[in-house]
């Protein structure tokens, strides 16, 4: 695991913006895409560069069950609106939440996943250790799924609604299984309130309690914090 502790998000986003344009360069077409703040300053860097990405394929972690492509708080609406309209893909692919057939989403997505091996994943880290929306428990071998969301995860992302009440309980998510093959990890965490899982997924014991503990058996992940995130690590 490389840890690069950084000044700030701007650094720490400028340098995930190198290393996604370095194995873009060394041929990476595929690149695994996340949601929530961590990966904004790094989307910022990409639609302010002049880089195109028309001929590479993005495929995001997961999405809310029940909430359309078109509902503002949707993972769709959030990726539209911070990367793809401004810098589209050849093919963008998201899971399907206002298609209430688990099944059916799963096995597309689970389909797709097997013809576009990732090559490149972007990953934040939940305050619970989550990644993507695998919630403490998952096995480290999950496929696509659907989890119901902890309370924790409830209100750590209520902050991006008018209650938490409205936070959809539900979501579809690319499994541990599914991330960990990834040739390339870059996960982002800025924050005091992720020092402990920061320092769980790279010290602690590996366990399916912090689903990022899996991470540490990956050969190839660049892990850049803040210095606040990075403030438990010993
Ligand atoms: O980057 P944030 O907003 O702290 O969110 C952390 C994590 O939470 C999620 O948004 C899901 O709760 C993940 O996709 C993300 O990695």
Redesign the pocket.
């Known amino acids: 695991m490389k840890i690069l502790v950084t000044k700030n998000k701007e650094e720490a986003s400028q340098k995930a913006f190198k290393l996604l344009q370095t194995d873009i360069i060394n041929g990476a077409q595929v690149l695994g895409l996340?949601?929530?703040?961590?990966?904004?300053g790094l989307y910022q860097k990409m639609t302010s560069s002049s880089v195109d990405y028309s001929s590479l394929i993005s495929i995001n972690?997961?999405e809310y069950v029940g909430l359309k492509p078109t509902d503002p708080q949707s993972?769709h609406y959030f990726m539209e609106h911070h990367l793809f309209a401004q810098k589209p893909f050849a093919k963008s692919f998201i899971p399907d939440g206002s298609n209430l057939n688990a099944t059916e989403v799963i096995n597309h997505y689970n389909q797709i996943l097997a013809t576009y091996p990732i090559d490149t994943q972007i990953?934040?880290?939940?305050?619970n250790g989550?990644?993507?929306?695998n919630e403490p428990g998952t096995p480290f071998d999950s496929q696509t799924h659907k989890v119901k969301?902890t309370l924790a995860?409830i209100n750590?992302?209520a902050?991006?609604f008018t209650s938490s009440k409205d936070v959809p309980t539900e979501?579809y998510t690319m499994g541990i299984g599914s991330i960990i093959k990834a040739k390339h990890i870059i996960l982002?965490?800025?924050?005091e309130?992720?020092a402990d899982a920061i320092n769980k997924m790279i010290n602690g014991k590996v366990t399916t309690a912090v689903p990022a503990s899996a991470l540490q058996q990956h050969p190839n992940i660049t892990v850049i914090l803040d210095k606040q995130a990075a403030s438990k690590l010993a």
């Open positions: 996340a949601t929530g703040s961590s990966p904004l972690l997961d993972y990953l934040g880290i939940g305050n989550h990644i993507g929306f969301l995860t750590a992302n902050r991006f979501a982002l965490a800025f924050g309130q992720k």
